[in-house]
């Protein structure tokens, strides 16, 4: 036993390049999971640099100084942050309540009567017992969901010294990454150890997708939920906006998302126009958004993303929420993406004690691209 552990370990420790990249990646781990709450302005702020620098690389190429792209993407930053917080947050705020307040209700009355009909439709499936049984159940839960959305108030946050400072902050390490993106990139690879030809690889590759992944899924978010307000609010759908930034948000968890969110839409729409050909009209367009977010809009934004197997993909999605909640959520892919590449990218010694270098960086992401995992 202690042969094989030994020659496992001589096949993938062997190398110093590999040492260095277990315990880069071992120590950035724990990082995030002792302080990740306390690093969290930190890591926002990283994700926003990350979305707009491409906005800022397109202003260079354009002509403009890197000061000047920096400063204007910078502005239009701050006006998107502040018009959000002033004009979109407040609406979906309210519409939440009124949802809480006059709709659930209304979805649970017609529940129950449509409950209360199966018994005598189909008596050898269900009985009035069970009925009652699911209708206390859900009373019950809609109580507590109800309590705790109207008992929200700035008293239940942590502290709004706290929200304040994340607000403040978020913006200001937001314009030193874009400002600073050079200098502090060459800060960091000042730390690593010079003989660094796999870390290389791994942070070239990585970095290019972690960026286009991140880019591409606000895109994303951001088109499906526009063209869903719009679809809504033509046909009249009660809480347009809510439930468009409820779509937009679910494309952050791949084939998950997606289900879950139907459950509302399906919900607001049955109350509003019941049973009937408008009901079916709504479900229709929602259903044709979908499908052309996944067959079109994401082969086209994400066309140079590493495949995943879809298995990886909700695995990835379990475990990391598990750890990190909505960011985890969001990084899963790239954090998959990560791992594959590394496991690539990492020196093997073969018998004999000749080591594998790595491959190339374009031999790693088309083996990657079309791995197996």
């Not at 679910?250 to 459950?263: D, K, L, N, Q």
Request: hydrophobic share 60%.
């Amino acid at each position: 036993m202690l042969d094989i552990v030994r020659n496992w370990f001589r096949a993938y420790f062997s190398d110093e390049e590999a040492v260095y990249l277990f315990f880069l990646l071992a120590g950035g781990l724990l990082v995030i999971l002792l302080f990740g709450g306390m690093l969290a302005p930190v890591l926002t702020a990283l994700v926003l640099a990350y979305l707009m620098q491409g906005l800022v690389s397109a202003l260079m190429r354009w002509g403009l100084p890197e000061k000047l792209a920096v400063l204007l993407v910078y502005l239009l930053f701050v006006s998107l942050l502040v018009a959000t917080l002033v004009l979109l947050l407040p609406v979906i705020w309210k519409q939440t309540v009124n949802l809480v307040q006059d709709q659930l209700p209304r979805i649970l009355n017609n529940s129950e009567r449509w409950l209360r009909e199966l018994p005598a439709a189909y008596p050898d499936m269900i009985s009035m017992r069970q009925v009652d049984a699911i209708v206390d159940t859900a009373q019950h839960q809609l109580a507590n969901a109800g309590q705790a959305v109207l008992s929200l108030s700035l008293a239940t946050i942590p502290s709004i010294v706290d929200v304040m400072i994340f607000l403040v902050l978020v913006p200001l390490l937001v314009f030193f990454f874009l400002a600073d993106r050079k200098r502090l990139l060459e800060w960091s690879a000042s730390m690593l150890p010079n003989r660094r030809r796999v870390l290389g690889n791994v942070w070239a590759e990585m970095d290019q997708q972690i960026a286009n992944y991140v880019r591409g899924k606000a895109i994303e978010i951001l088109i499906v939920g526009v063209v869903t307000y719009i679809a809504f609010k033509v046909l009249g759908l009660n809480y347009a906006l809510l439930l468009a930034v409820l779509v937009g948000l679910s494309v952050v968890i791949p084939y998950i998302g997606a289900t879950v969110v139907t459950i509302p839409v399906a919900a607001v729409a049955w109350v509003q126009f019941g049973w009937g050909g408008e009901f079916a009209l709504v479900m229709i367009v929602y259903g044709v958004i979908q499908f052309l977010d996944a067959n079109v809009l994401v082969p086209f934004l994400f066309s140079e993303a590493v495949n995943l197997h879809p298995v990886a993909i909700i695995t990835a999605i379990l475990f990391f929420g598990g750890l990190w909640g909505f960011w985890g959520v969001f990084f899963a892919i790239p954090l998959a993406t990560l791992i594959k590449a590394v496991l690539y990218a990492w020196p093997r010694q073969q018998q004999g004690g000749i080591v594998v270098d790595p491959p190339p960086p374009s031999v790693a992401a088309d083996e990657a691209h079309n791995g197996p995992l």
